[in-house]
């Protein structure tokens, strides 16, 4: 049986998936930090209230066509680990990688949300360095 943590994130990725930016925030606290790594321009620590800008940044730079795929989800009462796929078009290629998402949960909502591409070079190179 999963924990209720993984249900809740699968269900909080397939919002988002889905383009309910608002339902994905309802699953996250107030004060939650979102980090994405590198040297990008939407790179470093990021809040609730700026979400939907540099989210929006990166669904600009792929025309739309950016799609995360959740290959698996492992969560307890206080963590939870996705499992990704991303893929997209940009400026006439495609480009697909694999990272994981950690997330520190608290009361069943994401506190803390960290991005770990398998590789920032690939990551890098599929976002545009700034």
């Known amino acids: 049986m999963a924990h209720p943590n993984e249900t809740r994130l699968r269900d909080l990725y397939a919002a988002f998936a889905r383009g ?12 939650v930090v979102f980090t994405v790594p590198g040297s990008l321009s939407f790179s470093g620590d990021h809040t609730k209230d700026d979400f939907g800008e ?3 940044e990166a669904i600009r730079r792929s025309a739309g066509t950016f799609q995360e795929h959740v290959l698996d989800v492992f969560a307890n009462d206080e963590h939870g680990v996705l499992l990704l796929k991303h ?37 890098e190179e599929a976002w545009g360095k700034p």
Not at 20 to 31: E, K, S, Y
Not at 108 to 120: A, D, K, Q
């Open 20 to 31: 309910d930016l608002p339902g994905f925030l309802a699953g996250c606290t107030d004060d």
């Open 54 to 56: 540099w989210i929006g």
């Open 87 to 123: 893929e997209f078009d940009r400026d006439g290629h495609h480009h697909e990688y694999y990272c994981d998402h950690i997330c520190d949960l608290r009361d069943g909502r994401i506190e803390r949300w960290r991005e770990h591409p398998g590789s920032l070079r690939e990551f």
